[in-house]
């Protein structure tokens, strides 16, 4: 008789929210993910949005330079958000729906506190 827990997003999210402007270039971005070992940043603003090591390999598969090229330029914006207390099988669902791997976290107050990712999930549900 097994009994189910709710794993919130809360219980699994990466914090602290990693972020980088929109005037940074793609080399600060790829540097700034591998000094963290991640595979996104949060791009904080009015358009808040996020960038992923794929917006990265598009810049190089298609010969940019990354030094030249702005976040701002390839980041996806606007972005799908999910709250802290969400359930990890609703987080699951929102990333099958949408296509992405990656959502941004905020709290009761709408603040960005976080970030939640496939890995995540997979790790967790697995």
């Known amino acids: 008789m097994g009994t189910e827990t709710t794993v919130r997003v809360e219980d699994v999210m990466s914090t602290p929210l990693e972020t980088i402007s929109s005037d940074a270039s793609i080399t600060d971005a790829a540097q700034k993910m591998r000094e963290h070992d991640i595979n996104g940043l949060f791009i904080p603003g009015s358009s808040a949005g996020i960038i992923t090591t794929t917006d990265v390999v598009d810049v190089v598969a298609d010969e940019e330079s990354p030094s030249d090229v702005r976040v701002?330029?390839?980041?996806?914006?606007?972005?799908?958000?999910?709250?802290?207390?969400?359930?990890?099988?609703?987080?699951?669902?929102?990333?099958?729906?949408?296509?992405?791997?990656h959502l941004p976290v905020i709290d009761e107050h709408g603040d960005y506190v976080g970030m939640v990712t496939s890995t995540d999930l997979t790790t967790e549900l697995a």
Do not use: C, H, W, Y
Not at 78 to 96: F, G, H, I, N, Q
């Open 72 to 101: 701002g330029d390839v980041m996806t914006a606007p972005v799908e958000r999910v709250t802290k207390t969400l359930d990890l099988t609703e987080v699951a669902s929102m990333m099958t729906n949408f296509g992405i791997k």
